[in-house]
């Protein structure tokens, strides 16, 4: 992702979120050279209708994420609505775990809304546990705010369940 994608992430992002990161926060990313990757895919048939990018591919979803020292802190991962429940955001799960593994970290972490049920789901099938609450994390309307579950993924563990 770069700051030229922005217009085409920002769309998914307010398209999928009640409370989306602003561009702001995309860019402050990017600049912190966080890595930050696209899922494209080339558009079938039915998908003629769907807003395309300039290349003329379709964005599925993406993904920011912040390394650490022995560990990878997720912070976003977003599936945009018409591609749901195909198997994406698992797929992006494999791909940077794969990645993490690879800049040598054991630990994945991220925060989600209490809420947030699908998104809940996919950590807790994917293998991630709840480890901790963040109270009052994230802003809701009317000046409230909800609760953060933390949770986290062994790699190392995860691995040798893989291999077994
Ligand atoms: C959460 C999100 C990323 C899931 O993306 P997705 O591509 O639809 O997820 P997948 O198809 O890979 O689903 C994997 C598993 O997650 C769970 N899951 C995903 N969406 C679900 C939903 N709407 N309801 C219940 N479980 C859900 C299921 O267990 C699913 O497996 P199954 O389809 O075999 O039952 C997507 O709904 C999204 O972008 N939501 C808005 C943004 C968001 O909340 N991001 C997470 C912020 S922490």
Redesign the pocket.
């Known amino acids: 992702m770069t700051a030229d994608d922005l217009d085409a992430v920002h769309a998914v992002e307010i398209s ?2 009640a409370h989306p990161w602003s561009r702001r926060n995309f860019l402050d990313s990017l600049q912190s050279g966080h890595p930050a990757v696209m899922l494209l895919a080339e558009p079938l048939p039915q998908d003629r209708h769907l807003p395309l990018r300039p290349d003329g591919r379709l964005l599925l ?1 993406y993904l920011v994420a912040m390394p650490g020292v022995d560990e990878v802190h997720l912070l ?4 945009a609505p018409a ?9 992006m799960l494999d791909a940077l775990a794969l990645w993490s593994r690879g800049q040598g970290a054991q630990w994945l972490w ?4 209490q809420s ?4 809940r ?2 950590y807790t ?1 994917y293998g991630f546990a709840e480890v901790g609450l963040r109270r009052g994390y994230y802003p809701l309307a009317h000046q409230k705010r909800e609760d953060a579950v933390v949770m986290s993924l062994n790699l190392v563990a995860r691995r040798a369940t893989e291999a077994a």
């Open positions: 999928a979120y979803g976003n991962i977003t599936v591609h749901q429940r195909q198997g994406w955001a698992r797929f991220l925060e989600v809304r947030n049920t699908p998104a789901r996919l099938r």
